[in-house]
């Protein structure tokens, strides 16, 4: 079990995300979003999605964060962020 934590506040838009893990997806206003956040729910008031997943994607999910260049997203364990 994970969950991956985006910030759409820092979130520039560059897409680095979708090519590591197909999970993040390009929304309507340009910015990142999550497989699985509440795709028509209210944005959160400071702009960050988190959506947990229990499969073997970890990885996939790390290196999206590693690749992001202003950081918007973390993903953490049950060990701590990784
Ligand atoms: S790589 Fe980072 S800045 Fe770029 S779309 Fe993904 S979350 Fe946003």
Request: net charge negative.
């Amino acid at each position: 079990m994970y969950r991956v934590t985006l910030d759409r506040e820092a979130c520039d838009g560059i897409f680095a995300c979708l090519v590591r893990d197909d999970r993040f997806t390009e929304r309507a206003d340009g910015l990142a979003g999550i497989e699985g956040e509440a795709a028509d729910g209210p944005e959160p008031a400071d702009g960050t999605v988190t959506v947990t997943f229990d499969d073997d994607r970890l990885a996939d999910a790390e290196q999206a964060a590693a690749a992001c260049p202003v950081d918007a997203i973390s993903v953490t364990t049950e060990e701590g962020e990784s």
